[in-house]
Nanobody, 125 residues
Framework: QVRLVESGGGSVQAGGTLRLSCAASGYPFSGNHMAWFRQAPGKERQGVAA????????YYADSMRDRFTISMDKPVNTIYLEIHNLEPEDTAWYYCALLRGSRYYGLEQEHWTFWGQGTQVTVSS
């Protein structure tokens, strides 16, 4: 059974850095795509970044390239999202998602099959 568990959220000051984690279990970690999405209050869920857990290829939404870094640690079946120079606009629920297989379809949420429960990030100025 696929399970994605996010952690690392919290209340932080603007300008800082936060690292979110997503621990995956229930399927072979390598050879799939995993991603981070976020949903701010009153807004639609948007893709942030994705990573191919095979070769480590990474993909970013155009507006997320500057301050977001996605990475993985294969031995512990975990992906990460670092958010640098946090802004109040980064306040959102952050979700981990899984797309099984080696083909990448993009950061539109309809392509992603499995989702975690999310971790909340609140940034104060």
């Amino acid at each position: 059974q696929v399970r994605l568990v996010e952690s690392g959220g919290g209340s932080v000051q603007a300008g800082g850095t936060l690292r979110l984690s997503c621990a995956a279990s229930g399927y072979p970690f390598s050879g799939n795509h995993m991603a981070w999405f976020r949903q701010a209050p009153g807004k639609e869920r948007q893709g942030v970044a994705a990573i191919y857990t095979g070769r480590g290829s990474v993909y970013y939404a155009d507006s997320m390239r500057d301050r977001f870094t996605i990475s993985m640690d294969k031995p512990v079946n975990t992906i990460y999202l670092e958010i640098h120079n946090l802004e109040p606009e980064d306040t959102a629920w952050y979700y981990c998602a899984l797309l099984r297989g080696s083909r990448y379809y993009g950061l539109e949420q309809e392509h992603w099959t499995f989702w975690g429960q999310g971790t909340q990030v609140t940034v104060s100025s």
